[in-house]
């Protein structure tokens, strides 16, 4: 691990990374990656997950690729420096700007419920601001990260760029290499262990978590369309995705009333057997689906609750009438069970959602302006969206991230762009004009002072060009 990390510092230090020209034509090469091997990826999702072909063509291969067409659109006007403006007076004398550098060699760790998408828009972040990195993928989902390893150096300049495989072994060495970043996603436990290990060399990170994220459903919301968008959510990649509905809020009233459109959808969605889809995913291992099993009440199913061990197989569920003692609401779901839990009004799932840990992502389905702006305003979360669901992870002009326990920093378009770059100050003066700041100098006197604070408070006022 050592060598590999010395290799690409070596590589970064000979400034072939900084150029424009190298980090479009490593960008476009991980776009000729998923094009010439589309099929590969399918069938090793395939494998690994049962992924649906939709999902993986759509949410994986597409998703990065609409990163990388996103990036180079703009990479020109990113890798400038960015000019900013002091006050009138300062300006006549000084030149100042924003310049993005690149850290040097970053350590990416990818996640196992989406192998492709994010191991690799990391990395599109990475390379566009002028990094070298070591792709880490997860061995949860061994024929992704096979496939990565193989197909790497065919396509991309492994001086510069490498995949390491391996299990935990592997990635507590390369976590005792010195890094210059450090991006994980992945869960909270290990985001620690990833933490205390950046500390030892004071190198960055970003932790991508992430929690029980909550839906609200008030009265006036259209039961049909919030039916639809939330097991959409809900059930894509058997619920394995860190920004699905974890749980549900709404009155008993309204838990009553959806349960006919639940129903509905999920046989327009999967039929009378979702286990004969095609569009339903599978747990990644037999551990999940044991884990998963056990958050199941069997006297609050309304729909749902039919296993399969031997092929990982959880029917979508949704439980009604859930409390917080249940074993469900103990931790994060990830996996396609949706439970309900009855509460009088909005003013109680604020109270309810502020108890708990800052969620990734809060969703709230309503009509009504005063219950968006009441959330919007009394909550916190990574990302908030009303009237839907995910969508915000796919907007390029969208920071994504967590906060608290959910997560630490943000990628994404420009975003990808600041995390994954020194934001260095600049200032530039000449020789002319040093009357002007002459107050400065000693000997200090009253007039050297009204003079000094006057221009401390008046160059403290900057704006962006």
């Known amino acids: 691990m050592e060598d590999i990390v010395n290799t690409l510092r070596k590589s970064f230090n000979t400034d072939t990374t900084k150029s424009y020209e190298w980090r479009k034509t490593q960008l476009l090469a991980i776009e000729k990656l998923l094009d010439e091997n589309k099929e590969q990826f399918v069938e090793a999702l395939k494998l690994d997950l049962n992924k649906p072909n939709y999902e993986t063509i759509v949410y994986e ?63 599109i972040g990475a390379i566009s601001s002028g990094n070298c990195a070591i792709l880490k993928p997860s061995e949860m989902a ?106 549900v809020l709404c009155t008993k009233e309204t838990q009553e009333n959806i349960i006919p459109f639940l129903k509905q959808i999920l046989q327009e969605f999967y039929g009378g057997s979702p286990k004969d889809s095609n569009s339903f995913a599978r747990i990644i291992n037999e551990r999940h689906f044991d884990r998963i099993i056990k958050l199941i009440d069997e006297t609050k199913v309304v729909v749902g609750g039919i296993s399969d061990r031997n092929e990982k197989y959880i029917a979508p569920t949704i439980m009604f009438n859930v409390t917080v ?108 004009a040093d009357s002007l700041s002459s107050f400065r100098y000693p000997p200090y006197s009253d007039s050297n002072i009204s003079r000094g604070l006057l221009a401390t408070s008046e160059f403290k006022s900057c704006s962006i060009l």
């Open 325 to 432: 003692d249940d074993k469900v609401m103990n931790e994060e779901i990830f996996g396609p069970v949706l439970p309900f839990i009855t509460i009088t009004d909005r003013n109680e799932a604020i109270k309810f959602i502020n108890s708990r840990d800052k969620p990734l992502a809060l969703y709230v389905f309503s009509n009504k302006e005063e219950v968006y702006n009441d959330f919007k305003n009394r909550t916190s979360s990574g990302s908030f969206c009303y009237n839907d669901l995910m969508v915000q992870l796919a907007l390029e002009c969208l920071p994504f991230g967590g906060v608290g326990e959910s997560g630490l920093g943000r990628y994404h378009g420009i975003y990808s762009f600041e995390t994954f770059s020194h934001q260095r100050a600049i200032l530039k003066g000449g020789f002319f």
């Open 142 to 247: 061994p024929k992704i990260a096979e496939l990565l390893e193989n197909l790497f150096p065919k396509y991309l300049d492994t001086n510069f760029i490498r995949v390491v495989n391996g299990g935990v072994t592997e990635t507590t060495q390369l976590l005792e290499q010195k890094f210059d970043h450090i991006f994980y996603t992945g869960n909270g436990t290990v985001g620690r262990i990833v933490m205390q290990a950046a500390a030892k060399h004071m190198t960055p990170v970003v932790l991508e978590c992430g929690g029980k994220s909550p839906v609200y459903i008030d009265e006036t919301a259209d039961l049909l369309v919030t039916a639809r968008r939330i097991l959409w959510a809900k059930f894509t990649n058997s619920g394995q995705t860190c920004v699905a509905p974890d749980y």
């Open 61 to 123: 291969i597409g998703t990065v690729k609409s990163s990388i067409n996103f990036c180079l659109n703009h990479l020109k006007t990113y890798i400038e420096p960015q000019k900013v403006k002091p006050i009138i007076q300062a300006r006549a004398v000084y030149s100042t700007y924003v310049q993005y550098q690149p850290f040097g060699v970053c350590l990416i760790i990818g996640a196992w419920n989406y192998p492709i998408y994010l191991t690799l828009t990391p990395l």
